[in-house]
C-alpha cells in the first residue's frame, strides 16, 4: 500500500482581471467550497485603455489582497478581454506559426504570446497545410500585468485567455464522451468585447471576439438558484415562453444553467445578432457534422434575461443564462454580498474557469 508525505497543495488564488471589475476567489483546502469571493469595480469607462486599466489595477490590488484571508500567494489570472486577439490563420507547409502572427498583425509586437487551435481536423488539406484558431496576447502587457501582482509579493501560476475559461467554467456538465457530439455556443456580453466561443462538449473548437460592448448593465436576476433546480425544461419555441436546453444526463434543467424564463419583450441588437449569425456560419462550415444544439449566455450583459431571449429567438437556438459558480457552496463570510448563493452570477465566468483550472491542477498532483 502506496501513502503519499506529501501535503495537500493550497488551492491557488484565482483574479479575474475585467475590463471594469476585478473579480478574485479561493476555494478550501479540498475544493469543495468557496473559501473567499471578492470584487473591486474599477470605475473605467468608455473604451478599454489598458494603461489606465493597470493604473488602476496597480491602485486595486493592495486592498484587494489585505481585505480577506488569502491562503497562500500563488495566483492564477485571466487576461481582459480587450487585450486578446483570436484569428483564424492558414499555414503553408514548412511555414512558422510565430513569424506568421507577425507578418499578419504587426500591431501586437515582438514575440507575441500564442496558443493554437487545430481547424483542420475535418478537412486537412493535401499539401500539408494548416487552418489554426489562434489567441493571441501582446508579451509586453502581459509581462507588465504579472509585474504588478509580483510588486504586491503574488506569485502566478498561470496566464489565461477568457475565451478558454468559458469552456472550462462548464465543463463539469460536459464530460460525457457523447457531449462532443454537439455543439454549445458561449456568448459572453462582456463590457467593451463580446466573446464568442464553440465548445464540443469539454473542448473549444472555434472563438472569436466581437467588438460589441454591453448590452446591459441592470441588476435583474433570471432566476433565484432556490427555484431554478425544481423547475420543469421546456422545449424553445420560436413563437415566445420560456427558452431552455436541458440537461441530458438527468433530463431536467442543469443546476449551472438556468433557462431563460418569460421576460418582458425587447428587441434583439440587430449588429451583434448579424455578427453571432455569421459565427454560427462559420462554424457550421467547419464542422458541419457537429450542430450548434444551444446559447448560453454569460457576462454582464446576462443579467438582462429579456436581452438574452431576443438574441436567442433571432438565432433560432434554445438558451440559457449560465451560473458557473452553482457547482460550489460559500463556505464562510468572506463572499460579495449578502445571500450571495441565491443569486445566479454569469459574470463570474471567468473566474469560474480558472477555479475549475486550479482544481485540475490540484487532482493531477
Keep these: 500500500m502506496h501513502f503519499s508525505m506529501r501535503r495537500p497543495q493550497l488551492p491557488p488564488m484565482t483574479a479575474d482581471l475585467g475590463v471594469s471589475t476585478i473579480r478574485m476567489l479561493q476555494l478550501t483546502t479540498h475544493n469543495e467550497a468557496i473559501s473567499i469571493a471578492s470584487e473591486h469595480h474599477l470605475g473605467q469607462e468608455g473604451p478599454f485603455d489598458a494603461e489606465a486599466h493597470l493604473h488602476a489595477l496597480e491602485a486595486a490590488m493592495p486592498s484587494l489582497l489585505a481585505n480577506a484571508p488569502w491562503n497562500g500567494r500563488r495566483m492564477l489570472i485571466c487576461m481582459p478581454a480587450p487585450l486578446v486577439t483570436m484569428t ?22 515582438p514575440n507575441p504570446m500564442i496558443r493554437t487551435i487545430n481547424l483542420a481536423r475535418s478537412s486537412q488539406s493535401a499539401t500539408g497545410a494548416r487552418s489554426l484558431m489562434c489567441m493571441i496576447m501582446p508579451r509586453d502587457y502581459v509581462l507588465r500585468y504579472v509585474g504588478v501582482l509580483h510588486q504586491n509579493k503574488v506569485d502566478i501560476g498561470g496566464v489565461f485567455a477568457p475565451a478558454s475559461m468559458l469552456i472550462r467554467a462548464f465543463r463539469h456538465v460536459n464530460r460525457r464522451d457523447e457531449d462532443d457530439t454537439s455543439a454549445t455556443m458561449y456568448v459572453n456580453l462582456g463590457q467593451a468585447v463580446t466573446t464568442v466561443v464553440f465548445g464540443h462538449g ?30 420543469s425544461a421546456t422545449s424553445f419555441s420560436t413563437t415566445g415562453g420560456i427558452m431552455t436546453a436541458i440537461n441530458r444526463r438527468t433530463g431536467k434543467d442543469a443546476p449551472t444553467m438556468p433557462p431563460i424564463r418569460s421576460a418582458a419583450a ?21 464542422f458541419h457534422e457537429t450542430p450548434v444544439e444551444r446559447i448560453v449566455f454569460t457576462g454582464n450583459g446576462a443579467k438582462d434575461a429579456a436581452t438574452c431571449k431576443a438574441i436567442a429567438q433571432s438565432l433560432q437556438l434554445p438558451a440559457q443564462i449560465g451560473d458557473p459558480l452553482a457547482r460550489w457552496r460559500m463556505n464562510g463570510e468572506h463572499a460579495p454580498c449578502e445571500d450571495w448563493s441565491e443569486h445566479v452570477r454569469p459574470e463570474w465566468t471567468g473566474i469560474a474557469g480558472l477555479a475549475a483550472t486550479a482544481l485540475d491542477e490540484g487532482t493531477a498532483s
Design 88 to 109: 483564424q490563420i492558414k499555414l503553408g507547409l514548412n511555414e512558422d506559426i510565430s513569424s506568421a502572427v507577425q507578418a499578419r498583425l504587426p500591431d501586437l509586437g
Design 266 to 286: 425587447t428587441s434583439a441588437p440587430t449588429e451583434l445578432c448579424d455578427e453571432l449569425r455569421m459565427c454560427v456560419r462559420h462554424h457550421q462550415s467547419l
Design 202 to 231: 469539454a473542448h473549444l473548437a472555434l472563438a472569436r471576439a466581437i467588438g460589441v460592448a454591453d448590452l446591459a448593465q441592470g441588476p435583474c436576476d433570471p432566476q433565484p438558484a432556490t427555484d431554478r433546480e425544481e423547475s
